[in-house]
């Protein structure tokens, strides 16, 4: 059982790794992009083809590991530590699917008809911008959670 709970913990931290990485590259494309408008476009779709098939899979990866280490490392579910990070993790993924997803889609929507320099688009840009040190502050929190496991 020490060998599945490590093996559980390998994924579990390769999957943080991964996810995150990929959501901190955003920033990169996107000050890349703000230097040549018409390479916007594929910029955006970068960030979509990452966010799709990267890093919402290897949240779901996350999220499904950490479960079963409560379970077999027996953990309590309602240690606090764990309460909170679940509903930070929750907090992430309500933002990303319901904000961060729709936004980006609408964004794509606009670079694709040459719509970069609308005020439209500044104003979902300057949204996006937002998004990210705010979901980059409850990541941190979760970590927090993750490595302290503060009995708050």
């Known amino acids: 059982m020490a060998f599945f709970y ?26 890349l992009a703000a230097r040549e408008a018409a390479h916007m476009s594929f910029m955006l779709k970068g960030i979509k083809f990452l966010d799709d098939r990267i890093a919402n899979p290897s949240y779901g990866v996350l999220f499904l590991t950490g479960l079963l280490l409560i379970f077999v490392g027996h953990w309590s579910i309602t240690s606090l530590w764990i309460i909170v990070a679940i509903v930070l993790f929750v907090a992430v993924a309500v933002i990303g699917f319901a904000v961060f997803s729709p936004l980006l889609k609408d964004q794509i929507r606009l670079a694709d008809a040459g719509d970069t320099a609308s005020p439209e688009f500044t104003r979902l840009s300057s949204r996006s911008r937002m998004l990210g040190p705010i979901l980059g502050i409850i990541v941190i929190g979760i970590l927090v959670m993750m490595v302290f496991k503060p009995a708050l």
């Open 6 to 31: 490590t093996l559980l913990k390998f994924i579990h931290i390769a999957a943080a790794i991964t996810a995150v990485g990929s959501n901190i590259t955003y920033g990169v494309w996107n000050a």
